[in-house]
């Protein structure tokens, strides 16, 4: 292109003037930079100063471009040179990037060397229209009981994660470092990537971090694979983005968020489909968590992201503290404060409402199979559980479990490879029952 190579020169924004603070001892600016007589320059292209820091466009005025940092810029002055880079923001793709630990920028932060790489895909790329898409049908197993029987996920859908501080986010590096090792001691991850950019991180690479996870995701969705990603969290890229706004001179809006914040995060979910079956049928599936403050889910982020997903999963700060996790709110307590005035059918049904609670409990880093879960719930509705005592129910199902594994295989085998609860099923299942609840009450 005519542009690339085109010298100009660079004009830091008056706000961002570099500063040395007594307690720090380094130069810190606001990581803007305001450019004058870059012609032709397109939106989000990056653009490269003489001292080799990388920008993006964002801001196409008519006498200046409003440019963001990648970087520190400790070194950009007014009248330095600056580039057109000719091309759109973009990072490395490849198989190479599973297991690893990388920034916004596509580049390792886990110390284990460079990924090799020799593709590459734009950070932000149009959402999939619909005829490359194909109707949501395959079930995301999350193996956690409470989400997978009562809000389940299908591959190429976008599930909110909502609730307060705690119930669902972590953005500190020690957070960040604790999932990573938590996904190593399990194995997962072998196939998982993480993306991170920490609360101390510049603006413009928690802005651009779920982009690049996203693009990174598009990478093997496209190559017949499924995939899902977790936004932990979109509250904090669209405070990040604020801050940009606020500094590239944008008329401020609501809550001083910019105009453009819905279109922000909807061009980020709509890229998450289900590819039609001329495109190999891949999937991507969102699940962006956005953060509410005492549960007010009014505030103009959630309500946003709320109107851009298919479903939301509402977590309770009050259910979190009582010890009822996942903290999914399906709780009819509000009916238990008349037990003495109600029927005794009622009664018995709220008793085993709270046992039916218990078997939705499931310790961190416990997954349970679908035959698992299927072989509780069963277990629950069918009034098994009912002569237990509340803090009896965890002890027997996790036996009841264990048992089936060990002396009813044929049950396990029989419901993956027919995917249907058949009479021979139930019927082992009843059977198990029974025999595991003869011992535990000899043991109890």
Same mark, same amino acid.
């Given at each position: ?16 003037? @570099? ?5 720090? !001892? ?28 990388? !920008? ?25 040179? $600056? ?17 690893? $630990?990388?920034?916004? *920028?596509?580049?390792? %932060? ?14 932000? &790329?149009?959402?999939?229209? =619909? ?14 009981? @409470? ?15 909502? !609730?307060?501080?705690?119930?669902? %986010?972590?953005?500190?590096? &020690? &957070?960040?470092?604790?999932?990573? #090792? ?15 950019? =920490? ?13 690049? !996870? ?19 969290? *979109?509250?904090?890229? @669209? ?6 706004? *606020? ?8 809550? @001083? ?11 980020? +979910? ?14 991507? #599936? ?18 946003? $992201? ?6 939301? %999963? ?15 709110? $399906? ?27 218990? +078997? ?16 509780? =719930? ?63 009450? +000899?043991?109890?």
């Amino acid at each position: 292109m005519a542009r690339v190579g085109q010298d100009t020169v660079a004009r830091q924004a008056v706000e961002g003037i @570099a500063r040395q603070p007594e307690a720090e !001892g380094e130069i810190r600016g606001d990581g803007i930079a305001r450019i004058h007589g870059l012609d032709e320059v397109m939106t989000i292209e990056l653009v490269e100063f003489e001292e080799r820091t990388i !920008g993006i466009a964002l801001n196409l005025e008519s006498n200046n471009v409003g440019v963001v940092l990648m970087g520190d810029g400790l070194m950009i002055q007014e009248g330095s040179s $600056v580039k057109a880079a000719g091309r759109i923001a973009q990072i490395p793709v490849s198989e190479a990037y599973l297991g690893r $630990v990388i920034n916004a *920028l596509a580049k390792p %932060i886990d110390g284990r060397g460079e990924i090799s790489a020799y593709e590459f895909r734009l950070i932000e &790329s149009p959402a999939p229209g =619909i005829i490359s898409r194909r109707f949501v049908y395959e079930p995301l197993q999350t193996r956690l009981i @409470a989400n997978d029987s009562m809000i389940p996920i299908g591959r190429g859908q976008r599930e909110l994660i909502i !609730g307060d501080r705690q119930t669902a %986010i972590g953005q500190k590096a &020690s &957070s960040v470092a604790q999932v990573v #090792t938590n996904f190593q001691e399990r194995g997962a991850m072998e196939y998982t990537i993480v993306v991170a950019e =920490i609360a101390d991180s510049p603006a413009t690479l928690q802005y651009l971090a779920p982009y690049t !996870g996203a693009a990174l995701a598009e990478y093997f969705m496209y190559r017949e694979r499924h995939t899902s990603i977790i936004y932990d969290d *979109l509250s904090k890229q @669209a405070q990040a983005y604020r801050q940009m706004s *606020l500094l590239l001179l944008r008329p401020p809006g609501c809550e @001083a968020y910019p105009g453009d914040v819905f279109y922000l995060h909807s061009r980020l +979910l709509e890229r998450a489909a289900k590819s039609s079956s001329r495109l190999g049928e891949g999937s991507m #599936t969102a699940l962006p968590i956005v953060e509410t403050q005492s549960g007010v889910v009014s505030a103009y982020i959630p309500t946003n $992201v709320i109107s851009i997903t298919n479903g939301q %999963i509402f977590l309770s700060t009050d259910l979190f503290n009582a010890g009822i996790r996942p903290a999914i709110n $399906v709780e009819l307590e509000a009916f238990a404060q008349f037990a003495s005035d109600l029927l005794k059918a009622t009664q018995n049904q709220l008793a085993r409402g709270q046992r039916l609670l218990e +078997l939705l409990k499931q310790p961190q880093s416990a997954p349970l199979t679908v035959e698992e879960q299927v072989m509780t =719930i069963y277990t629950g509705m069918n009034g098994y559980l009912d002569s237990l005592e509340l803090k009896q129910v965890r002890k027997y199902l996790v036996e009841l479990l264990t048992y089936v594994k060990t002396n009813k295989p044929e049950f396990q085998e029989i419901l993956s490879s027919t995917k249907a609860f058949t009479e021979e099923v139930e019927a082992l299942l009843k059977e198990a029952i029974q025999e595991q609840m003869e011992r535990f009450l +000899l043991q109890e």
